[in-house]
């Protein structure tokens, strides 16, 4: 099972065969989650904590539950976001932090690269739970896993990722994955929501719906992050969702099987109407939430393995 990383920060770091090993490994922890009895003893003894200085719902819940099944001691920690800023006072707390011994470090921040800054001054593996704009790994991969049971595989797929592109980074972990993985992105998102520069990741670029929608085997919709939005980047969102809110009408330019997809939380009305939402013949948004604990069980399981490898190397050498 090649898996090498010794931080999970970003997509961007993986190798297509780390992707599909994550991904085989969180197909036996879907089963394991289906049971009655759902507990394993992989980090037995190890400590686990989470550290949000942005709000979460699923994504903390769902690390917390991953570790708890995994038989970790986890420790969440809420930090307000007022209380926390960059530089100094994030080094400070990874290092009092460390001081602890946490083998396991899930953060997510409002800054992108503040979780790599991170983990270059802790000596446990540090997990991404989302930094700024930049990357949220374990979204994209319970997003492959959802695609990948749903369609049958994670190749040569059309996948439309429409709605506010410029402040994901959902969009951004998902864009690198599903190309690392040869499909074809499409994303749609009128110009003042679409990132420039976007066309490096090979990907095709849509301002209408109907368009960009075309032959789409998965529709992926985006939330308006209006925390991230500093000015009038839509005209208003009744317009917003006339023109790009999914619904029956605009998933008819899809392929006729396509999927609904959507991380969460959802604006219903803005950028997804909420009847589509909750129908279980197109959408998998709650199969995106149970996969959830299955993928991050399986990276956490991964880096601890490497960890303890890692600590066993260090030991040998000091004793030889
Ligand atoms: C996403 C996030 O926080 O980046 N949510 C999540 O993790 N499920 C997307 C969002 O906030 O819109």
């Not at 090993?21 to 037995?44: G, H, S």
């Not at 001081?99 to 690269?113: E, F, N």
């Not at 006729?256 to 604006?267: L, R, S, W």
């Amino acid at each position: 099972m090649p898996f090498r990383a010794r931080h999970l920060l970003g997509i961007e770091h993986l190798a297509p065969d780390e992707i599909t090993t994550v991904l085989d490994l969180a197909e036996r922890y879907v089963d394991l989650n289906r049971r009655t009895i759902k507990r394993t003893d992989v980090l037995a003894g190890m400590t686990q904590i989470n550290m949000f200085f942005e709000n979460s719902t699923r994504t903390q819940a769902s690390f917390e539950l991953a570790g708890k099944r995994l038989g970790a001691d986890v420790m969440t920690m809420s930090v307000a976001q007022s209380s926390v800023k960059k530089g100094e006072t994030l080094i400070d707390t990874a290092m009092t932090l460390n001081a602890m011994q946490p083998d396991l470090l899930v953060v997510r921040h409002s800054s992108s690269g503040a979780v790599n800054l991170l983990a270059s001054k802790v000596n446990c593996a540090v997990l991404n739970a989302g930094d700024g704009r930049h990357e949220h790994p374990t979204q994209a991969l319970l997003d492959a896993l959802t695609i990948r049971r749903a369609k049958g595989r994670l190749q040569r797929l059309t996948v439309a990722i429409c709605g506010d592109i410029a402040h994901s980074r959902v969009a951004r972990s998902n864009l690198i994955l599903l190309g690392k993985m040869e499909n074809r992105i499409r994303l749609i998102a009128p110009s003042t929501l679409m990132p420039s520069g976007v066309k490096e990741f090979g990907c095709e670029v849509f301002d209408d719906m109907a368009e960009g929608l075309k032959d789409a085997d998965v529709v992926m919709m985006l939330r308006l992050q209006k925390e991230r939005m500093d000015g009038g980047f839509i005209p208003s969102e009744r317009e917003y969702y006339h023109r790009y809110g999914l619904d029956a009408e605009k998933l008819a330019f899809a392929k006729p099987d396509a999927i609904v997809m959507h991380p969460g939380p959802m604006n219903r009305g803005v950028e997804i109407d909420g009847t589509l939402a909750d129908d279980i013949n197109r959408s998998v948004i709650q199969d995106q939430v149970e996969m959830g604990v299955a993928v991050r069980m399986a990276c956490m399981d991964l880096l601890a393995r490497n960890l303890k490898a890692e600590r066993g190397r260090v030991a040998a050498e000091a004793g030889a």
